[in-house]
């Protein structure tokens, strides 16, 4: 099992900014590719960006956010970043960590925080 904790949204006015974190613990090992979905008001969840964990750190983006948003991640703290810039307004959603890891068997799973709230709203 893999648990993640979310921290870092909330309301910002167009063109700013805010750092997304999220901190795994458990079976960390097993993950090898962690990114950042959100869900906005009347919307399907949509993957924003991902980095995998042990290939060089690849990584890649939602058109939408090409060149304002980056995702990091930080080994020796178990924790990823997406560090958003230039906030626009549909950039408002529930933005959702996750994990996915691979089973000594092969299997994938999918592992999810519990969301944090982003608002852009002057």
């Known amino acids: 099992q893999v648990q993640l904790v979310e921290s870092g949204g909330g309301l910002v006015q167009p063109g700013g900014s805010l750092r997304l974190s999220c901190a795994a613990s458990g079976s960390i090992k097993s993950i090898y590719k962690m990114g950042w979905y959100r869900q906005g008001p009347g919307k399907q969840r949509e993957l924003v960006a991902s980095i995998s964990i042990n290939s060089g750190s690849s990584t890649s983006y939602a058109d939408s956010v090409k060149g304002r948003f980056t995702i990091s991640r930080d080994n020796a703290k178990n924790t990823v970043y997406l560090q958003m810039n230039s906030l626009k307004l549909e950039d408002t959603a529930v933005y959702y960590c996750?994990?996915?890891?691979?089973?000594?068997?092969?299997?994938?799973?999918?592992?999810w925080g519990q969301g944090t709230q982003v608002t852009v709203s002057s």
């Open positions: 996750n994990a996915k890891r691979r089973s000594l068997l092969g299997a994938d799973f999918d592992s």
